[in-house]
């Protein structure tokens, strides 16, 4: 049986897979099982920062491999330890809880901006708006916080207390608050799932500073836009803000399942022993890898990526079949004349590899993807576009 048979044949048809059979890979260039050569231009969404089986990456999981893979988080590890350190430093954030996956960042989010409000104002602020056309995760509350009406069928009833405001308009969100009480707000800066939409500066100032003067907790959402993916290690640092937290997950692993949610001052001692806790969390080589990974995003890559992103824009904007370009730093959005979908298939045909997000073209190359690789995937992409 091929494997496409045997996958149809066994695994839950979550996934509408495209036609390959991926294989193995190197940096930015992946095979599949006949052996037809891809330029990676999709990361496994924004996960594989370094790109495939990078040699330092792989050596950092292999030493702890060897080491110790798993104990509970009823012992300490230095992985774990050494990671939430550098997290803060980097960040100015004060304490990390690790999780596994994106989903489970933002629910440690929502439960800690609830306790928080719970231990200062009692009972009855508890709601959070978030934005309209986000998308903050699969499971059952962070469904209910993306703010999709698709999302919300069929598989309720969902987490109670999620308000939708509009995406940039400030008025809307305070109005909310207001109304009912809210006690956080949790937004992505690029909205990701939703067409890569970068939100207006000054708007997410002024819901920055609000937060700040209502003693509303701010969550950003930076599971997709974290990690180096928009120029700076995390979003929020080139929208001058300072969020009480930030969740980030996809590429903080580099290809390993991690997810971290960060606290400000505000909200760093909120959790206590018992009140939240995951047995995979913190896992030594997870922890392991997002460490090589964290240490790796210096200004010089972060330069490297606006430099890549530059010529992006450049070579994109107003280029034939191109009817917007969007996003920040190596995430980036093409609304297109053609069909995405068509768009896709075409540029697989070609050996890029590329998603859709929502209308949109989704680019999110490895952060170090060589100019040359990325001019060829360029390239194609124009031709495929027109
Ligand atoms: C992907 C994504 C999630 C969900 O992450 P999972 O690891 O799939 O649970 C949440 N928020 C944003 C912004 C994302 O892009």
Known sequence: MSITVKDNNYISSTYGRFKVELDYGKGSLVYDTQGKEYIDMSTGIAVNTFGIADDEWNDAINLQLKKLAHTSNLYYTE?????????????????????????????????????????????????????????????VTTLSATGQDSFHTEFGPFTEGFVYADANDFDNVKELVQKHNCCAIMMELVQGEGGVMKLDENFVQKVADFCLENDVILIIDEVQ??????????????????????????????????????????????????SHGSTFGGNPVCCAAAYNIISRIDEKLLSDVKRKSDYIFKELCGAEGVKEVSGMGLMIGLELDKDVKEVIELCLEKGVLVISAKSRLRLLPALNIPDELLHKAIKVIKECVK
């Open 79 to 139: 992985p774990c330890a050494k990671l939430a350190e550098l997290l803060c430093q980097k960040t100015d954030m004060k304490k990390v809880f690790f999780s596994n996956s994106g989903a489970e960042a933002n629910e440690c989010a929502i439960k800690t901006a609830r306790r928080y409000s719970f231990k200062k104002y009692g009972e009855g602020r508890n709601y959070i708006v978030t934005l309209k056309n986000s998308f903050h995760g699969r499971t």
């Open 225 to 274: 836009t974290g990690n180096g993916r928009t120029g700076s290690l995390y979003a929020f640092q080139q929208f001058g803000i300072k969020p009480d937290i930030v969740s980030t997950a996809k590429g903080l692993g580099g290809g390993l399942p991690i997810g971290a949610t960060m606290f400000g001052e505000r909200v760093q001692n909120v959790l206590t022993p018992g």
